[in-house]
């Protein structure tokens, strides 16, 4: 299966990989010969009484030609191998980003990012190594050593056919190193993963490790890793150091042994036909036979290595995603309607039970309760990053799931408690690269949210570099343009997720003036724990284990002094105690 599929990339670039074989069976044609040529020199001119000169030069000369013809078409045959290789390689990768676009949440939800990282990049560059070096060994040895075979049967057939044991001899140690092969380098390239996987992980989580005096066990935990990865390749090590020159040396000296024992035999009988030219034609060929056979072992290693990183590949291409669409429609009022969802992140495991609201364009709902309870789980399936497994959720009196992912995510926005910023500049951030969005529309929504004077007194403004994660700016300036960024795109559904409680009181306050004018004309959730945030909400919704227990605006929800009542006084009475 996973042959067949390198195969078939193979052939998206066939010309090129066929315009190498053909150069390199030019090259191997121009060696093969090359003994010939030097047999007739040898047997008809240079051991006879009067040598023919100018033949000789003539020969001699073809014999030279025959040489740089086969290193002119072996520098093609390489450049055209290398070129097909790294397009292959190209197009590989771009499939696989592409897939992960395409992949949902869950999946990255239970495999670190380190293990995908290594797909992409260290998988794909051990793909390479089979179409320039196993492709171009394999194909190489295979016509050398047939045009060698050929060669020998008309110098001499009894001889040639004690040399046809090789085959055999090879077939059967590649099927014995394939056996311990396989799952020697399953274990590598596993461990090369949670090695990418720990790493990536460490370098994130490094204020946490350094604060918690925890650089110890983060590197005993490596050195674990790693050293379970150097014994399996000291393992496949001992594997390939058996299969190269050992395996191979031994059989060229039993063929040499093999060799003079017949050469001898026949001269004593003094029956021999083997002239001093066909002798030295032999010699020739037997070294060059054992050159291609060791070439091909010693590419077991790189083809089994090859074939394990493409199983990891292709496992990953053939995982189930949802195609990026590109179909739009109108923007929507963004009346949203819940209707007794249930929903289960493992099978029957509900987190959110007969959950049941309906919001109307314009409003803006709050969820509160405690952690668990189920209110990012609601904000998930609104923007589907999973789906219900009952229940339905309208969008205008429209089932969500009779549209494509990407056409109902266009005019929703959302705010998270951790904002996440990429390298660029502040104003890429605010836009990502949407030409939609002109620079007057970010700096327009900057001054909604009341940003503007903050990255004014940056020194490049809008075009503020911003490294990854944005760790060279403070918590609320970040979350700032957060907010800019989700107010750019213009959506009718703006979910804030937490995304006041990084924000200091000063930023927050200039926020909340900033939000009562932003929440006209557009339907906003509110996930929060600090309930003063949502006092003024349209509807308040409290979870308590995925149900619903309790809904209304602010004051009723005091009225009734239940959960809610419950959960502000204790807040309330939290500030109180803080400012005693």
């Known amino acids: ?101 395409t992949l949902p949440i869950s999946y990255f939800d239970n495999l670190p990012a380190g293990k995908i990282v290594a797909r992409i990049t260290n998988d794909t560059e051990a793909i390479r190594d089979l179409y320039v070096a196993v492709l171009s060994n394999f194909f190489t040895g295979i016509v050398q050593m047939i045009g060698i075979f050929i060669a020998m049967f008309i110098l001499d057939a009894k001889l040639a056919l004690i040399f046809t044991l090789i085959i055999p001899v090879m077939v059967i140690w590649m099927m014995i190193y394939r056996k311990y092969a396989a799952k020697y380098n399953h274990v590598i390239r596993s461990k090369i993963s949670e090695i990418n996987a720990m790493i990536n992980e460490s370098i994130k989580g490094m204020p946490i490790i350094q604060a918690f005096n925890r650089e110890d066990a983060t590197r005993d935990e490596f050195e674990t890793l790693n050293q379970t990865h150097f014994q399996y390749q000291n393992k496949l090590l001992i594997l390939n150091s058996l299969s190269s020159w050992n395996l191979v040396g031994t059989i060229k000296a039993i063929v040499f042994v093999a060799f003079i024992w017949y050469f001898g035999g026949d001269a004593i009988s003094t029956r021999t036909n083997l002239t001093v030219g066909v002798l030295y034609a032999y010699v020739d060929y037997i070294n060059r036979l054992f050159n291609p056979i060791h070439n091909i072992v010693n590419q077991f290693s790189n083809l089994e290595a090859s074939l394990v990183a493409g199983e990891r590949v292709f496992r990953l291409l053939d995982e189930k995603g949802t195609p990026v669409s590109d179909e739009k429609i109108p923007r929507y009022q963004g009346n949203v309607q819940f209707n007794h969802v249930y929903f289960a992140y493992k099978e029957k495991e509900y987190v959110l039970k007969d959950i049941h609201f309906q919001a109307s364009h314009g409003e803006t709902v709050a969820f509160v309760g405690h952690t668990g309870s189920g209110k990012s789980s609601i904000m998930n399936l609104l923007f589907r990053f999973y789906d219900p497994s009952r229940g339905e959720i309208l969008i205008d009196g429209k089932n969500i799931m009779d549209f494509p992912k990407q056409t109902i995510r266009e005019h929703m926005a959302i705010v998270l408690q951790e904002p996440f910023l990429f390298t660029g500049t502040i104003f890429s951030n605010i836009t990502m690269n949407d030409p939609k969005i002109t620079r007057e529309d970010a700096e327009a929504a900057l001054r909604a949210v009341g940003a503007d004077f903050v990255f004014n007194q940056l020194e490049h403004g809008l075009d503020e570099p911003v490294l990854e994660k944005g760790s060279t700016l403070s918590s609320g300036q970040r979350q700032l343009i957060s907010f800019a960024r989700a107010l750019a795109f213009n959506p009718a559904i703006l979910i804030l997720d937490e995304a006041t409680s990084n924000i200091d009181t000063e930023t927050e306050s200039v926020i909340q003036q900033a939000m009562e004018v932003l929440k006209q004309g557009r339907t906003t959730f509110i996930i929060a724990h600090r309930l003063s945030t949502i ?32 959960m502000y006084q204790i807040q309330q009475g939290v500030a109180m105690e803080h400012v005693r």
Do not use: C, W
């Open 535 to 566: 006092k003024n909400a349209d509807q308040i919704l409290v979870l308590d284990r995925g149900m619903i227990v309790e809904k209304g605006n602010h004051e009723e929800l005091m009225e009734q002094k239940g959960k809610y009542y419950q």
């Open 1 to 101: 299966m996973v042959g067949r599929r390198l195969f078939q990339y193979a052939m998206y670039f066939k010309k090129i990989i066929f315009t190498a074989l053909f150069m390199l069976t030019i090259a191997v044609t121009a060696e093969v010969l090359s003994p010939f040529v030097a047999k007739i020199i040898i047997d008809d001119h240079i051991m006879a009484n009067q040598p023919d000169i100018p033949t000789i030069i003539k020969l001699i000369v073809l014999y030279f030609s025959l040489f740089v013809i086969a290193g002119i078409f072996n520098y093609g045959q390489y450049y055209f191998l290398q070129k097909a290789a790294n397009r292959i390689i190209e197009r590989m990768r771009n499939e696989l980003f592409r897939k992960i676009q």
